[in-house]
């Protein structure tokens, strides 16, 4: 087990039955995971990069089963951000220090690209990186939006078993979700993905497909989360992720890819309450604090739970600038683009 640690901390490479066979066995998570953090270290040196995340609508034309804004939850309380309220929170979080912007939100047909243009225009003559997180569009429309600026764009797998996927997305089609992957890639953007960890009926052997995924699709930033039960989904009973496994799945695609940009998700937290700061020492090095201020903080309810919804935007900032610096890390001020392929960087 522990000369698959050292093939892969060297190499970088793994077969699904390795990956497997370290997802099954946790003797060896210290080692799992301190090599996941040497391997940050030697190509990422100490640098975290933060995001702020603007969260500007809960409302979604889809119907994923295990996500609080699907269409059809109706005991949530359902917000669009003005275009003002978005410009705000954006400048606010340029104040703050940001130095990217990612905007996320439901699949929300009244965000035409028309409108999309706009703001991302009057977000980017702020100066920082543009994140958008808005689901699945066509070819042209990605298009357009990145010749407009977005520089990134992320779009998890969610899993990388398509009947898993297709069960729990209705309506969504596996193929397609991986055609909006690779127009992305095809048009230029930073390309985000990444998988839920612990949905009904996933095997350990899908999540090592997973990471292959990940690896196969040389993506820039890959998000692993928990998955987390929802009450208000058909999901609610659901026995949902585990923070341990979560990790190491984590941990193995920072072993596999190791000039990535890892987030520390906020559902690690949510599961953790340290979990931010342990997924820090794991192999991740990019924290996304919420810039949403007010009401849209609870709104925005993916799941339960979620972390630091009555705090203000520039409390969080502090409060993570202090964990961060805790651990002997660094809050990075450039944008934080993906090393790749540069060499390590020397510290
Ligand atoms: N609508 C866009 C972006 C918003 S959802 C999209 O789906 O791509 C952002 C992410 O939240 C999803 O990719 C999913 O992985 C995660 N998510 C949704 N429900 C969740 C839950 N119950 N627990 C943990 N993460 C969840
Ligand atoms: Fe909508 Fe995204 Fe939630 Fe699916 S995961 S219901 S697309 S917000």
Do not use: W
């Amino acid at each position: 087990m522990l000369n698959l640690i050292e093939k892969a901390k060297t190499t970088h490479s793994l077969t699904k039955e390795e990956l497997v066979l370290l997802l099954k066995n946790n003797d060896i998570n210290e080692e799992l995971f301190k090599a996941a953090d040497e391997v940050r270290d030697k190509y990422l040196g100490n640098f975290v990069h933060l995001r702020g995340l603007i969260e500007f609508t809960n409302i979604c034309q889809r119907n994923c089963m295990y996500c609080g804004l699907r269409r059809d939850n109706k005991n949530l309380k359902r917000y669009r951000l003005s275009e003002d309220e978005i410009l705000d929170f954006a400048k606010k979080a340029v104040s703050y220090g940001y130095k990217t912007l990612v905007l996320q939100g439901g699949e929300d047909a009244y965000f035409t690209v028309e409108r999309l243009t706009k703001i991302v225009k009057e977000i980017k003559a702020l100066g920082v990186a543009l994140t958008l997180s808005i689901g699945e569009r066509s070819f042209e429309e990605y298009k357009i939006l990145k010749e407009t600026g977005a520089d990134r764009f992320l779009l998890r797998i969610e899993t990388t078993d398509k009947d898993l996927y297709e069960e729990l997305d209705p309506g969504m089609s596996h193929d397609e979700r991986k055609r909006c992957l690779s127009d992305l890639r095809k048009l230029g953007y930073e390309v985000g993905s990444g998988s839920l960890v612990g949905l009904p009926n996933q095997t350990i052997e899908s999540l090592a497909d997973d990471i292959l995924f990940f690896k196969n699709l040389d993506a820039d930033m890959i998000g692993i989360g928990p998955f987390i039960p929802n009450e208000d989904t058909p999901l609610s009973d659901a026995e949902g992720g585990n923070f341990t496994l979560s990790l190491k799945v984590m941990a193995l695609t920072r072993l596999l890819l190791p000039d990535i940009n890892i987030p520390a998700t906020t559902a690690m937290e949510t599961l953790d309450k340290n979990g931010r700061v342990i997924a820090l020492q794991c192999g991740a090095n990019v924290v996304m604090p919420n810039v949403t201020e007010g009401e849209y903080r609870k709104l925005y309810a993916l799941y339960p739970g979620k972390i630091c919804t009555g705090d203000t935007p520039s409390h969080c900032r502090g409060c993570i600038t202090g964990k961060i610096t805790k651990i002997g890390r660094v809050v990075s001020d450039g944008p934080g683009f993906r090393a790749n392929g540069a060499e390590p960087k020397k510290r």
